[in-house]
């Protein structure tokens, strides 16, 4: 490596010469490939961004200048280039570098990241504030022509254009979102490119013609108008004249000295905002020959030379998400009245063998969480039963439209949210520890959370046939291996499951954690310790007449769950014993997630950290038994209240 060795922060760089960073952008491209290839991770994205992220730590002086990269999943160059190279390994790995921006990492991730389509919004009030405290520092945010469809950009779009305060947006058009892009503005920026090729051709016709002699310079003239005529009507008209932005574009997103030239002509554009309009290719020089890019937007560990991924040695059950997949194709056999959606993750949800086998009742909205549901809502207004597939943590962003458009009006959606629970690597901005607690809250939403993937299935089924809101929650990975041959069976609403019976002591599990409960149960059994386990199944309606029961005979309970404790199932179980007169003769502990943020890492060893493992609920329940087992307790009868 020529150059990169002696690159420790973008002022490294910049004593550079511009002819040199090409040859800086391979070297960056292959540290990348060679170290996901050992570690994995946002491969494919990262790859399409080098030449983007040298040329702007080139033209810009930054940490002085601030950049906001969106999502921050295809800022690997990003971290070489700012002193994270021989850190870069660690990406994801508990106490190693963030897989996206965090604040706290560096001085250069102006702003953390992990969700898409926050980095206009976020650049803008940076510019804002510059202009306020009489500063003079630039601010450019790099956003993804999928993550600029993300509702929260085109509000920021909207509102950038109309203070005119100086702001740069380097678009990294790659035409592709994880899966391919989606919707009316990829197709625009598409003729936006169509439109800049047909300039081009104006030129070279133009000059062809008038060579010609005689007539050349009329026929140049005429050509040249109606090739204007059409390009007028496609060159970026909107987002330059009625948004109010300059364009530059579009450049090639993989030739440095072009990005330094757009930049540089961008930062002198001082009345206003500006696009600069870069066209790359998602995973530019991944070894692959397939060029498989849908693929290797993130990879696992793969053969540096070839590009394939390393195969997992041993057979591992179905994941959630396929089986989610697969019962959500058998029951759209059965109801034609199901349509499912997913925004912007087909694969990461299982909707894509959906978009397969059903094109015309299955929906990639895009990065657009808030429009899935509200979108689900209207169709269930005329009597479609939708169902969207959303990560928990993306539900999030939707919140609103939940409350607002779906429960309010009690319309039959069916929220199914993959990656409840701790995620691991991906971290904070991707567990999924809140739903509960987010949607607990509103009446007429029933939620519930199956204890392995065959229970899945009957709640999948449960919730469409239901004819209100309903959601269900289920773990990220793979499957308990139960038998899921059977059809999908509807399950009664509201009521739990009880696994097994003891005199003792007895334990409420939710969704993920009803197996490790019944593991610890088993160990506590050898020690003499009788557990009741219940499988709650649902944390609203809570099935107030087992619980109140277990209260009446037991005097210790936990709840396990795999969610932030404040708000979750636990709460709900405590606010139901408190109704009732019964915390007093309970000896209630919550299991679950503390209030802190969780980093990222080995899912497993987060889970052990909060207890939640069949060790955890053995060492809590045998701690609850040794302070209060001894203590008698008085068995009084209990009338749920609601
Ligand atoms: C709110 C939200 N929804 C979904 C995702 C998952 N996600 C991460 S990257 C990505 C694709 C982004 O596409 P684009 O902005 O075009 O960038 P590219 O990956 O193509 O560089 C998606 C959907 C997310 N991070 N945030």
Not at 297 to 312: C, I, R, W
Request: proline share 5%; with cysteine.
């Amino acid at each position: 490596m020529r150059f990169l060795e002696d690159i420790n922060s973008p002022a490294d760089l910049r004593k550079l010469r511009v002819d040199d960073l090409q040859e800086v952008a391979d070297e960056v491209r292959q540290f990348i490939i060679d170290t996901c290839s050992r570690v994995g991770g946002h491969t494919g994205a990262s790859l399409g961004a080098v030449e983007l992220a040298v040329a702007m730590h080139y033209v810009f002086d930054t940490p002085g200048d601030r950049l906001v990269w969106d999502v921050g999943h295809q800022a690997y160059a990003h971290k070489i280039l700012t002193g994270r190279r021989d850190q870069l390994h660690t990406i994801k790995q508990p106490g190693g570098l963030s897989g996206f921006l965090r604040r706290d990492e560096s001085e250069y991730d102006t702003f953390g990241a992990g969700h898409a389509s926050t980095s206009l919004s976020a650049a803008l009030g940076m510019a804002i504030a510059r202009d306020r405290k009489g500063e003079d520092f630039h601010v450019c945010a790099l956003i993804g022509d999928s993550s600029l469809a993300g509702g929260m950009a085109m509000e920021a779009l909207n509102q950038a254009g109309h203070l005119k305060s100086r702001l740069i947006v380097l678009l990294n058009d790659n035409e592709m979102s994880i899966a391919p892009a989606v919707g009316a503005l990829s197709r625009y920026l598409g003729r936006i490119k169509e439109a800049q090729s047909y300039h081009q051709l104006k030129e070279e016709i133009g000059g062809a013609l008038e060579s010609v002699p005689g007539i050349g310079e009329h026929l140049r003239r005429a050509a040249k108008s109606f090739k204007d005529a059409i390009a007028a009507a496609v060159l970026p008209g909107a987002l330059v004249n009625e948004l109010g932005f300059k364009y530059i574009g579009y450049v090639d997103g993989h030739n440095v000295p072009m990005l330094v030239r757009a930049l540089e002509a961008a930062k002198r554009i001082d009345d206003g905002p500006v696009i600069v309009h870069a066209l790359t290719t998602k995973g530019k020089g991944f070894p692959n020959p397939e060029k498989n890019y849908y693929a290797y937007h993130a990879t696992g560990p793969f053969d540096p030379e070839t590009g394939l991924q390393y195969k997992p040695s041993k057979v591992s059950p179905p994941t959630y998400t396929e089986v989610f997949g697969r019962t959500m194709c058998e029951l759209m056999e059965r109801d034609n009245r199901i349509v499912a959606l997913t925004a912007a993750m087909p694969d990461g949800t299982g909707i894509d063998k959906v978009l397969e086998k059903f094109p015309e009742r299955a929906f990639d909205v895009g990065i657009a969480e808030q429009h899935a549901i509200t979108f689900s809502a209207g169709m269930a207004c005329e009597g479609l039963k939708p169902v969207a597939a959303i990560y928990s943590t993306f539900l999030q962003r939707a919140f609103d439209q939940v409350i607002h458009d779906v429960c309010l009006q009690n319309l039959d959606v069916t929220i199914a949210m993959d990656r409840a629970g701790i995620v691991g690597a991906d971290g904070p901005t991707h567990h999924g520890l809140l739903d509960i607690a987010y949607l607990r809250g509103y009446p007429n939403i029933v939620l519930m959370a199956p204890k392995d993937e065959g229970e899945m299935r009957d709640m999948l089924l449960t919730a469409t046939e239901y004819p209100g809101p309903a959601a269900l929650r289920y773990p990220r990975g793979n499957g308990m291996g139960v038998d899921i041959s059977r059809p999908p069976e509807k399950i009664e609403i509201g009521k739990a499951e009880t696994l097994r019976d003891g005199d003792d002591l007895a334990i409420i599990a939710y969704g993920s954690m009803v197996y490790p409960a019944i593991q610890a149960a088993d160990r506590l059994e050898k020690d003499g310790i009788g557990a009741t386990v219940i499988n709650a199944r649902f944390v609203k309606p809570l099935d107030a007449g087992t619980i109140l029961s277990l209260a009446e005979r037991h005097r210790i309970i936990l709840t396990v769950e795999e969610s932030y404790l404040a708000g979750g199932f636990g709460s709900a179980v405590m606010e139901l014993l408190e109704a009732n007169e019964a915390l007093e003769s309970v000896v209630l502990h919550r299991m679950g997630v503390a209030d802190e943020i969780v980093t990222h890492g080995d899912p497993k060893m987060f889970l052990a950290k909060y207890g939640l493992n069949a060790d955890g609920i053995y060492a809590k329940a045998k701690n609850a038994m040794t302070k209060h087992g001894s203590k008698r307790h008085k068995p009084q009868r209990l009338k749920a209240v609601k």
